[in-house]
């Protein structure tokens, strides 16, 4: 019995080439990026509009509880001043809200609604990678049948190697906008701060001393409050 070498066939033809895939694999991976980095983006600025409400509401209820002290009661100067700090605390809040209402507006709501494109473009990818899968099943088949299929993925991949890089470059465009209103907001909102700061100073500095001499004088009154007998070491 003579021996027969197994039959071995053509290699089938190769449906992608490496340098599209390649180019491909680049350019989503790009833009794989650039939806992680767009999510963290948008996380990161609730987070900062969040905490900046937070510290906001804070300094109101700390000038609060000042005046409502019974210290304002007994000192008309000392009453006088918490008053003024109240009020310079609740402007500063309310400069802060209509500043983060900007932001929510300019930058906030502009990054929900780009990461909101990503669930189509991933989708489209998926529909390519479909595509790819069927030419390569129906690859060994006759050609008339494999011609829609092998039209299918070459139009998808072509509508996706042509648009990647146009979505990926378009990011600058998009967002240039929202960064120049944000820094315009915070230039508002701390020039704003330092009027109502500058205006806080002039009302409760009197004496005008440096941060120096005020660390001395509030280190002679403590040294006298420990020399208090109910305050002395045993």
């Not at 804070?58 to 409502?68: E, F, M, P």
């Not at 400069?95 to 609604?113: A, C, G, R």
Request: contains cysteine; glycine residues 2%.
């Amino acid at each position: 019995m003579s021996w027969m070498p197994f039959k071995i066939g053509q290699p089938k033809k190769q449906i992608v080439s490496k340098t599209v895939e390649r180019d491909f694999e680049r350019e989503y991976n790009k833009l794989q990026k650039l939806e992680d980095q767009t999510k963290k983006l948008h996380k990161d600025m609730k987070k900062s509009t969040e905490a900046d409400i937070a510290m906001s509401k804070a300094a109101v209820k700390i000038s609060g509880d000042l005046l409502s002290n019974p210290l304002c009661e007994q000192d008309q100067a000392f009453l006088e001043s918490m008053t003024a700090l109240d009020t310079a605390m609740k402007r500063m809040d309310s400069f802060n809200q209509e500043k983060l209402n900007q932001i929510s507006k300019t930058v906030i709501d502009p990054l929900k609604k780009y990461s909101s494109v990503f669930p189509s473009l991933n989708m489209a990818v998926k529909r390519r990678e479909q595509a790819l899968q069927d030419y390569k099943r129906l690859q060994s088949k006759a050609r008339e049948e494999l011609r829609p299929v092998r039209e299918d993925f070459e139009a998808k991949n072509k509508q996706l190697l042509d648009e990647m890089p146009k979505f990926y470059h378009s990011r600058i465009d998009y967002f240039q906008p929202s960064f120049e209103a944000l820094i315009r907001a915070q230039v508002v909102y701390f020039t704003e701060m330092h009027n109502i700061f500058s205006e806080l100073t002039d009302q409760i500095d009197q004496a005008g001393l440096t941060d120096e001499q005020r660390e001395r004088e509030n280190e002679a009154k403590l040294s006298e409050l420990r020399a208090l007998s109910i305050v002395a070491d045993d």
